[in-house]
């Protein structure tokens, strides 16, 4: 470890005998260390919270709460369970050390303490914390573009498919509705050919931004479900918030204002929408609701475009409303 980083780790010492403490400290701090002290288990838990350190150095034989105990705390703390522990003990009896890894210690050295033993095991404790740190920012960072369509930067169809599921199971759980919005560009092949694919590209991005900003619960998403389509998944939503929903969503794209001269509903780009809503039932799976919100989007492309329509599965049923075609002016 350079010495910049040294300087920025900081260590928690605990233990109950105030001359290991110093000794600690300062050797610690001659290696560029900022270091705290604790002189029990107890107060070791109550300063961690408050300074989140990059180590601690465990006393494993104190009063009260033990390091046994104080170690077996901290990985109860959600910053604790990446935090190493070095245990410090006297006993070197294969009970006592198979215990202290039993409780989440990450190493340990025995008293008397061995400074050149220490130096390296704290340096490299560090090390590897911080490696895990960035290995798991990057996993995140990963997973999220694994997540994202790279163009319009919506959710991809990967992510859609999983999420849809996901609601789906829990929809049926709670006995709760579940409605879909399956959104078409209209002419878009149109307005390729005329604009060229980059302003295709730039008029998809706008699009999405525009259905993102409209919907913005954070249980709902937002999806490219291929190529000019997008797809809102809406959870505990019945059919009239759909509507209201597949409503926002036109005018948002309308107000746009992306100028497209070779459309035949409008001079500017426009969605048609087919709304689909269902309370899933245990053991199903969610393609039916798919399907619908397909018909319907087939629907109201064949009505003429810029609108949206609901499928409705049993007109028959008093809740169930309606189909809608608005053309929207």
Not at 155 to 176: G, H, S
Request: charged share 25%; net charge negative; aromatic share 6%.
């Amino acid at each position: 470890m350079n010495h910049k980083s040294a300087e920025s780790s900081l260590i928690l010492v605990v233990d109950d005998e105030t001359f290991i403490r110093m000794q600690l400290r300062m050797c610690l701090e001659r290696e560029g260390y900022r270091v705290v002290e604790a002189e029990n288990g107890r107060q070791a838990l109550s300063i961690y919270s408050q300074t989140h350190p990059d180590i601690v150095l465990l006393d494993a034989l104190m009063p009260d709460v033990d390091g046994f105990e104080c170690c077996e705390q901290l990985q109860t703390i959600p910053e604790g369970r990446y935090t190493p522990v070095l245990m410090i003990t006297g006993l070197e009896d294969q009970v006592s050390v198979d215990h202290a890894f039993e409780v989440g210690a990450a190493d340990y050295v025995t008293k008397p303490i061995h400074w050149a033993v220490l130096r390296q095991r704290v340096r490299r404790l560090i090390q590897q914390a911080q490696l895990q740190k960035e290995l798991e920012i990057a996993n995140r960072e990963l997973q999220r573009l694994v997540a994202i369509d790279g163009l319009t930067q919506v959710a991809n169809r990967r992510r859609f498919d999983e999420y849809l599921e996901q609601e789906w199971r829990r929809m049926a759980r709670e006995q709760q509705p579940l409605s879909l919005l399956v959104c078409d560009l209209d002419y878009f092949k149109p307005y390729n050919d005329t604009y060229g694919h980059q302003a295709g590209d730039r008029c998809l991005q706008q699009v999405a931004q525009a259905i993102g900003n409209t919907v913005r619960r954070p249980a709902d998403l937002v999806a490219r479900y291929g190529g000019e389509e997008f797809a809102v998944i809406l959870p505990n939503t019945d059919a009239v918030g759909a509507v209201q929903v597949a409503e926002a969503v036109c005018g948002a794209v309308r107000a746009l204002r992306i100028p497209h001269r070779t459309s035949r509903s409008d001079c500017h780009v426009t969605l048609s929408v087919g709304i689909a809503s269902m309370t899933p039932v245990p053991h199903s799976s969610p393609s039916h609701l798919l399907a619908n919100a397909d018909v319907a989007l087939y629907q109201a492309k064949a009505s003429g475009r810029d609108r949206f329509v609901l499928h409705v599965s049993d007109p028959k049923t008093p809740e169930a409303p309606s189909p809608i075609f608005p053309a929207i002016s």
